[in-house]
């Protein structure tokens, strides 16, 4: 598989390692007046440079709530620092994915220890007390951008009111592990608390750069502790007329290095007939369960055994976005 071109420059984060929390790297400003505390987060991996440009941006640009908290925050530091443009998907984390390790069991077994369990352990104090979370990511594919809204309806509710990007992706996480953005409260359809995660792009294309600014802005501006003006100019662009919400039904998980598929997939191709072909696990083939079957982010990139390679999802719900002012926050 060829590399993709590196687009965009990667910060240098080391001016943000005291941070301000007990916690390197991590940042909590408190207006003093009542209101949500929200929680931007950058580096989940440590390829994934969209959203430490933004953080980054954010940090030096001085940017404090009017009402209720703001935390920036820089995740995986130390799968950043190992950052090689020659290899540079090898920098994803250093010992185990961070964003499979938040349950409360793993995060509780001190016995066991990895450079991401210890990064996760260290920033939960501050985790636990966030009200609403965007956690910026990006893919390995060039696909289009997308929102991942876990199973809940709180959550299709909240991207629903984002607006943007324009598929919404609802599922269950993956087999290795919870995410960040299904963590306690978040992952709970009776608490207020509520997480968003979105894959802007391919790693290192500028587009995913814009598409990181956009979301940013509209979360803080929907969850009203800043006012518009307070926002770097240029950040929001037009809302996409349409959003679908996809509801992954299952996901592909490798059981061998032995996996291909069918051919060049990036994400979001829809399949029109069931039973159609896109790939063979161990020599099996792999099939489309279902007629207009969504492909959710497909890459051999982490291939290994137990890795979701893909996943399937249906269409679920359209919604007509053209009555909304154009290039606002709702």
Request: charged share 25%; glycine share 8%.
């Amino acid at each position: 598989m060829d590399a993709y071109p590196i687009e965009v420059d990667f910060p240098d984060i080391a001016p943000h390692a005291p941070g301000n929390t007990g916690v390197p790297y991590v940042y909590t400003f408190d207006s003093g007046v009542a209101g949500p505390h929200v929680m931007i987060n950058a580096l989940t991996h440590g390829n994934e440079v969209c959203g430490a440009i933004v953080v980054d941006e954010l940090l030096r640009g001085q940017l404090r709530p009017r009402r209720g908290k703001l935390t920036l925050s820089f995740a995986n530091v130390n799968a950043y620092a190992r950052f090689d443009r020659a290899i540079p998907d090898k920098a994803r984390f250093v010992d185990q994915d961070f964003n499979r390790v938040w349950t409360a069991a793993k995060l509780d077994d001190l016995a066991t220890r990895s450079s991401e369990l210890d990064r996760a352990r260290a920033m939960r104090p501050v985790v636990d007390t966030v009200d609403l979370l965007l956690d910026l990511h990006s893919m390995h594919e060039k696909s289009l951008p997308l929102i991942v809204a876990g199973p809940l309806k709180k959550g299709i509710e909240l991207a629903v009111r984002l607006g943007t990007p324009a598929t919404v992706i609802c599922d269950e996480g993956h087999p290795e592990g919870r995410r960040m953005r299904d963590y306690e409260g978040f992952g709970d359809e009776a608490s207020q608390k509520n997480a968003l995660l979105i894959e802007c792009g391919q790693h290192w294309e500028k587009s995913a750069v814009t598409v990181a600014r956009d979301c940013t802005a509209r979360f803080l501006l929907l969850a009203g502790i800043v006012d518009e003006n307070d926002l770097p100019s240029g950040w929001i662009v037009p809302l996409p007329d349409e959003m679908r919400v996809v509801r992954v039904t299952q996901p592909v998980v490798a059981k061998s290095m032995d996996f291909r598929f069918a051919a060049p997939y990036t994400g979001l191709e829809v399949f029109d007939k069931a039973g159609t072909v896109i790939g063979w696990s161990d020599g099996e083939p792999v099939a489309t369960p279902y007629d207009d079957c969504v492909l959710v982010m497909p890459s051999l990139r982490q291939l290994r055994p137990g890795v979701t390679v893909v996943r399937l999802g249906r269409i679920e719900q359209r919604i007509d976005l053209s009555t909304r002012k154009q290039g606002k926050a709702t």
